[in-house]
């Protein structure tokens, strides 16, 4: 995950990875979420994962990411 931020401020960012039925939409299933405050810089990678055996009944597997505000959300079709 890649995070950029407009001042060197404390932001918490919440990843959410969770399974879906529809393409570009996020789901619910098997949601596992992941916290971090972030700061002292205006640009972050970190790791956010889950075990992907969890989402083999749902078409998608997506991330939601929200912070400061602001969300982003990408996913793919499972692999299973």
Do not use: K
């Not at 404390?10 to 570009?24: E, K, L, Q, W, Y």
């Not at 055996?53 to 912070?67: E, I, K, Q, S, T």
């Amino acid at each position: 995950m890649h995070v950029t931020t407009s001042g060197t401020g404390p932001v918490t960012v919440t990843v959410t990875i969770a399974g879906s039925a529809t393409n570009g939409r996020p789901g619910s299933d098997h949601a596992h979420s992941t916290t971090r405050t972030l700061s002292g810089s205006t640009s972050y990678d970190f790791t956010a994962s889950a075990s992907g055996f969890d989402y083999c009944a749902d078409y998608y597997v997506g991330a939601l990411a929200a912070g400061g505000g602001r969300s982003a959300y990408s996913d793919q079709v499972t692999g299973c």
